[in-house]
């Protein structure tokens, strides 16, 4: 089946500590990948993608590799700011269909 | 582009009543999704229009479920004989294309 899996938080760090949220999946054929990023009363909105192996998705400094030989996609930023305290999602959408699969999302709060 | 709008907000209701939501998305967006997101979870996906016409349909989506999007504008979101498991926040989404969606601020749903 199609699935995402996701680093378990919450996540804590300081203001420009490095982030590593780990995704990985599982999916027929091969997906496109996603991170959505939800900010404190606020929609999910799409933070970055990649629709092909090896492809990098990058947006406001965060950054994830689409590595089909580890089915990984895992979200980094170099230097965290307050600002970016929000739940994140990783999903994959399949190449064959429309429907979307989302992990279950990683609470990141960053303190000053 | 005034963004997704989702009405209501929040919706109260005992068990056994039928609720419907409404979803207005972004003008010109042709493809619409509804998703289902509980406390803690990721969202998941119920149904998806291209226009006017129904593409896909979760089969964890139950027949107390349906969905509606006359003139490929804005869709409805029926459920019957509201059920406590019910219980969720509904979202909606918009998009032009394959890959992206822009994600209304969704229906929060209780049923006593």
């Known amino acids: 089946g199609n699935s995402v899996t996701q680093m378990e938080g919450p996540v804590t760090l300081s203001e420009e500590a490095f982030l590593t949220i780990n995704c990985t999946y599982t999916?027929?054929?091969?997906?496109?990948l996603f991170w959505y990023v939800q900010y404190p009363g606020e929609g999910l909105q799409l933070l970055l993608k990649?629709?092909?192996?090896?492809d990098k998705g990058s947006n406001k400094g965060f950054e994830a590799t689409y590595r089909k030989e580890t089915t990984s996609f895992h979200l980094e930023k170099g230097s965290v700011q307050v600002s970016d305290s929000a739940v994140y999602f990783c999903?994959?959408?399949?190449?064959?269909?429309?429907?979307?699969?989302f992990g279950t999302g990683t609470s990141l709060t960053v303190i000053p | 582009d005034t963004g997704v709008s989702q009405d209501p907000r929040h919706k109260i209701t005992k068990r056994g009543q039928n609720v419907t939501f409404r979803c207005d998305p972004i003008?010109?967006?042709?493809?619409l999704y509804w998703y289902r997101q509980t406390l803690g979870q990721g969202p998941e996906f119920l149904t998806y229009?291209?226009?006017?016409?129904?593409?896909?349909k979760s089969r964890l989506l139950s027949d107390r479920f349906s969905a509606e999007r006359p003139k490929g504008s804005f869709s409805t979101l029926e459920i019957q004989r509201t059920e406590q498991g019910d219980s969720a926040m509904y979202l909606c989404?918009?998009?032009?294309?394959?890959?992206?969606?822009?994600f209304g601020p969704g229906t929060r749903l209780l049923v006593l």
């Open positions: 989404a918009s998009s032009p294309l394959p890959e992206t969606q822009y």
């Open positions: 229009f291209q226009n006017e016409a129904q593409l896909e």
């Open positions: 003008s010109e967006h042709n493809r």
């Open positions: 999916a027929t054929g091969y997906p496109s």
């Open positions: 990649a629709t092909k192996a090896d």
């Open positions: 999903a994959l959408r399949r190449n064959t269909g429309n429907q979307f699969y």
